[in-house]
C-alpha cells in the first residue's frame, strides 16, 4: 500500500495537521510519499520524499497550479492512495485530483477499517463504511480523527516547477469576522451540550463557567438550535481551544467536537452515560445528570 500525503502551508507556516497525514499512513502501515506547496524553510520532519514546490512561485492557493503538480507527484509514485486534509484546502482540491485520475474520492475519513473506510453520516450521528471501488483512491480525512505522528527525520526532497497557465491568482487571506469572545484565549471553558436539554438551562452552565472564571462554551446541537450563540461553538466548525481547563457539560464526545477541544490541559466530562465517547480522552468523568450536578457544583465554588 502506497499513500501520497498532501501537506498544508499556510501564511508562510507548515500547518502542524499535516502530521495527522502521518498518522493516518502510520495506521495504514503504508509506504508514504509527500508533497508540499510551501517553502524549504518550513519543512516537515519526516524522512521520505518530499515533492515540493515553493509556494512563494506557486502560491499559497490555486487549485490548477497545485492540481497539476500533485497529478505529476502521483506519476512519478503511483499511489494507491492520495490523502488530505478535509480543510478547505483538501476538500476543494481532493475532487479535482480525483476526477483528473478518475478515482474513488471519500471525502471526511475518521477511521479505518478492514478494506475500507469509515465515514459519519446522519449528521455524524452514526457512521457508515465504504470501500474504494477503483484501484486508485482520493481520500479527505477528518481533523482530529488520526493521531499527529512527529517520526522526525529530514525529508528527501524532489523539487518541482509549476509550469502552465495560471488562470487564478492568489491574492491573500481575508481574517474573520471578529467574534464577540476569543475563547482561544479562554484558560477556563465550560461547554454546554446538547445533554442540557433546553434553552432555559444555559445559565446554569454559564453560571459555573463565570464561577470559575471563564467562558461559555458549546457543542454545535446547542448552537444549531439557537440557544448559543454561534461565536461560542467548540469543534471543526467553530473554535480550536486549548484551555487549562475544560468542563463538558452533555456532550457526547464526537470526533467534529474533540478536534476542538482535546488539547486542552484538564478535561472533566459530566454525562449520564458512563460509556460516553467523552470519557475516553476526559481526564475526570462524572455520571450524573448534568443540571442537577453543574448548580450543585456552582454552590460549592461560590461558597
Ligand atoms: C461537518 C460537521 C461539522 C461539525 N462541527 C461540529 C463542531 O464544530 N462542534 C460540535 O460540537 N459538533 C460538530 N458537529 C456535530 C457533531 O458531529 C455532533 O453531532 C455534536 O458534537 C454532538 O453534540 P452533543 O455532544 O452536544 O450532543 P449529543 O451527541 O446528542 O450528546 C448529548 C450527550 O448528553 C448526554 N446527556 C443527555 N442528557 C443528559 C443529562 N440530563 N445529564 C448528563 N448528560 C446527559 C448524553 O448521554 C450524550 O452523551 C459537526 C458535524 C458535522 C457533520
Known amino acids: 500500500m502506497k499513500t501520497l500525503l498532501i501537506g498544508e502551508?499556510?501564511?508562510?507556516k507548515l500547518l502542524d495537521s499535516t502530521y495527522e497525514l502521518l498518522g493516518f499512513a502510520g495506521q495504514m502501515s503504508a509506504e508514504t510519499s509527500m508533497l508540499?506547496?510551501?517553502?524549504?524553510?518550513?519543512?516537515?520532519t519526516y524522512?521520505?520524499?518530499?515533492?515540493l514546490?515553493?509556494?512563494?512561485?506557486?502560491?499559497?492557493?490555486?487549485?490548477?497550479?497545485?492540481?497539476?503538480?500533485?497529478?505529476?507527484?502521483?506519476?512519478k509514485e503511483s499511489p494507491d492512495l492520495i490523502v488530505?486534509?478535509?480543510?478547505?484546502?483538501?476538500?476543494?482540491?481532493a475532487p479535482r485530483v480525483a476526477a483528473a485520475?478518475?478515482?474513488?474520492?471519500?471525502?471526511?475519513?475518521?477511521?479505518?477499517?478492514?478494506?475500507?473506510?469509515?465515514?459519519?453520516?446522519?449528521?455524524?450521528?452514526?457512521?457508515?463504511?465504504?470501500?474504494?471501488?477503483?484501484?486508485?483512491?482520493?481520500?479527505?480525512?477528518?481533523?482530529?480523527?488520526?493521531?499527529?505522528?512527529?517520526?522526525?527525520?529530514?525529508?528527501n526532497i524532489q523539487k518541482l516547477t509549476a509550469a502552465g497557465d495560471?488562470?487564478?491568482e492568489f491574492v491573500g487571506y481575508e481574517p474573520?469576522?471578529?467574534?464577540?469572545i476569543d475563547l482561544a484565549k479562554a484558560e477556563v471553558i465550560v461547554s454546554a451540550g446538547r445533554g442540557i436539554g433546553k434553552k432555559d438551562n444555559v445559565p446554569a452552565i454559564q453560571a459555573l463557567a463565570k464561577a470559575l472564571g471563564g467562558e461559555l462554551g458549546a457543542s454545535r446541537p446547542v448552537v444549531d438550535a439557537g440557544w448559543v450563540e454561534h461565536s461560542h461553538q467548540v469543534g471543526t466548525t467553530g473554535q480550536t481551544v486549548s484551555p487549562k481547563l475544560y468542563v463538558a457539560c452533555g456532550i457526547s464526545g464526537a470526533i467534529q467536537h474533540l478536534a476542538g477541544m482535546k488539547k486542552s490541559d484538564f478535561i472533566i466530562a459530566i454525562n449520564k452515560d458512563k460509556d460516553a465517547p467523552i470519557g475516553e480522552i476526559a481526564d475526570v468523568l462524572v455520571v450524573a445528570d448534568v443540571m442537577q450536578f453543574v448548580p450543585a457544583l456552582t454552590a460549592k465554588v461560590l461558597r
Open 101 to 155: 485520475l478518475k478515482a474513488a474520492q471519500i471525502s471526511e475519513v475518521i477511521a479505518i477499517t478492514d478494506g475500507g473506510f469509515e465515514v459519519g453520516c446522519c449528521n455524524a450521528k452514526m457512521r457508515r463504511t465504504v470501500k474504494p471501488a477503483t484501484a486508485q483512491a482520493v481520500l479527505t480525512i477528518q481533523a482530529g480523527a488520526f493521531p499527529v505522528l512527529q517520526s522526525g527525520g529530514t525529508p
Open 166 to 168: 495560471c488562470t487564478l
Open 36 to 44: 508540499l506547496v510551501g517553502s524549504e524553510t518550513q519543512l516537515p
Open 53 to 75: 514546490a515553493e509556494a512563494a512561485t506557486c502560491g499559497e492557493y490555486n487549485p490548477g497550479l497545485h492540481k497539476k503538480l500533485i497529478l505529476e507527484a502521483v506519476q
Open 84 to 93: 488530505f486534509l478535509h480543510s478547505s484546502y483538501g476538500w476543494d482540491l
Open 47 to 51: 524522512s521520505g520524499t518530499l515533492y
Open 9 to 12: 502551508y499556510r501564511e508562510g
Open 176 to 180: 474573520a469576522e471578529k467574534k464577540d
